[in-house]
């Protein structure tokens, strides 16, 4: 029955995909839970069993955007591996608060209080403007050179 549902819910999710032009964050979603297997293991755990109870019943039967449901997971992720907050950073390269659904076009990071933790990758709109992919190459890939032209 899970692998069903589990079947529908990946529908679903390619189908808003497909319709958004937005990009499939499980990739970088399955980064996050080898580094939270590795460092919480009971994070872990409690990932694995929201991902089988709550996320692929609500993405595959609910009326919950998928594409909402895995941003608010990958949310969840980031929290359990580094506790601090999630911004949400517009086109021009401006942060918010992140609120519950960003914007498509929008960057979402979630930023560790821990200042040597680099902030982790949430959401990633379908292209980064300019001012986005700087924000991204410094904060989440530790770039702190421009890139040569």
Not at 26 to 42: H, S
Not at 129 to 142: E, F, H, K, M
């Amino acid at each position: 029955m899970f692998d069903d549902l589990t079947a529908k819910a990946d529908q679903r999710l390619q189908e808003a995909l497909t319709a958004s032009g937005a990009r499939d964050p499980r990739t970088f979603y399955r980064e996050r839970l080898r580094e939270l297997k590795a460092a919480n293991p009971t994070g872990y755990e409690q990932a694995v069993t929201y991902y089988q109870n709550e996320l692929i019943p609500a993405v595959a039967n609910g009326p919950l955007d998928p594409l909402v449901a895995w941003t608010e997971y990958g949310r969840e992720l980031a929290e359990s591996l580094a506790p601090g907050r999630t911004v949400s950073i517009d086109a021009t390269g401006i942060s918010s608060p992140y609120v519950c659904p960003a914007p498509p076009d929008h960057l979402v990071l979630h930023l560790p209080d821990d200042n040597g933790v680099r902030a982790l990758l949430v959401g990633l709109p379908a292209d980064l403007s300019p001012a986005q992919r700087a924000t991204y190459d410094v904060l989440v890939a530790g770039k702190h050179k421009a890139p040569a032209t």
